[in-house]
T-cell receptor, first 115, second 113 residues
Framework: DVKVTQSSRYLVKRTGEKVFLECVQD?????MFWYRQDPGLGLRLIYF???????EKGDIPEGYSVSREKKERFSLILESASTNQTSMYLC??????????????FGPGTRLLVL | KQEVTQIPAALSVPEGENLVLNCSFT??????LQWFRQDPGKGLTSLLL?????REQTSGRLNASLDKSSGRSTLYIAASQPGDSATYLC????????????FGAGTRLFVKA
């Protein structure tokens, strides 16, 4: 079974703090994604990575950056957390280059509260 | 720009009832459509994936249909059980720009025992 893990289930941070969210997958998938999920808005893509050190912006990249130094690990960074970044963050991975075309496997999510 | 809409936003049914969840999308140029399940506070689990050339997919008590020309998909759940209570999300992969899957906001289902 594919396993996608996220470093924290719940996080509470202060405005202005630098926040790191970590995601690890164990199936050697090329593609990894970061989404945020807000009530009534569904999932929105923040960033996508199709290989080590490669990244593409999604629909809402502002205020976020990402890092992929190893194939199995994809990090989301909030450089200076703001209250409007309070959300559920979901990581996913998939196995083909044309990533949106195959099933994405999701982690359990990190619920972030920025005070 | 592709938009995915799911109606209703929430649904409550008695156990045993057959039910249909609806998903509509605005751009028929899709590669595939997926239905996911999400339990409260958890990630998404893929239920069914329908390629654009297919009309339906079945898995156990679940059946998903796709009508690209009308921009609609339905998820049929037979003989619903309390364990089916969850949020069901529909997601569309575009024909171009494949990694930007577009998700609906979901239908929250509650099956009463």
């Amino acid at each position: 079974d594919v396993k996608v893990t996220q470093s924290s289930r719940y996080l509470v941070k202060r405005t202005g703090e630098k926040v790191f969210l970590e995601c690890v997958q164990d199936m050697d998938h090329e593609n990894m994604f970061w989404y945020r999920q807000d009530p009534g808005l569904g999932l929105r893509l923040i960033y996508f990575s199709y290989d080590v050190k490669m990244k593409e912006k999604g629909d809402i990249p502002e205020g976020y950056s990402v890092s992929r130094e190893k194939k199995e690990r994809f990090s989301l960074i909030l450089e200076s957390a703001s209250t409007n970044q309070t959300s559920m963050y979901l990581c996913a991975s998939s196995s083909t280059f044309d990533a949106g075309r195959e099933t994405q496997y999701f982690g359990p999510g990190t619920r972030l509260l920025v005070l | 720009k592709q938009e995915v809409t799911q109606i209703p936003a929430a649904l409550s049914v008695p156990e045993g009832e057959n039910l249909v969840l609806n998903c509509s999308f605005t751009d028929s140029a899709i590669y595939n459509l997926q239905w996911f399940r999400q339990d409260p506070g958890k990630g998404l689990t893929s239920l069914l994936l329908i390629q654009s050339s297919q009309r339906e997919q079945t898995s156990g008590r679940l059946n998903a249909s796709l009508d690209k020309s009308s921009g609609r998909s339905t998820l049929y759940i037979a003989a619903s059980q309390p364990g089916d209570s969850a949020t069901y999300l529909c997601a569309v992969a575009p024909l171009v720009g494949g990694f930007k899957t577009i998700f609906g906001a979901g239908t929250r289902l509650f099956v009463k025992a």
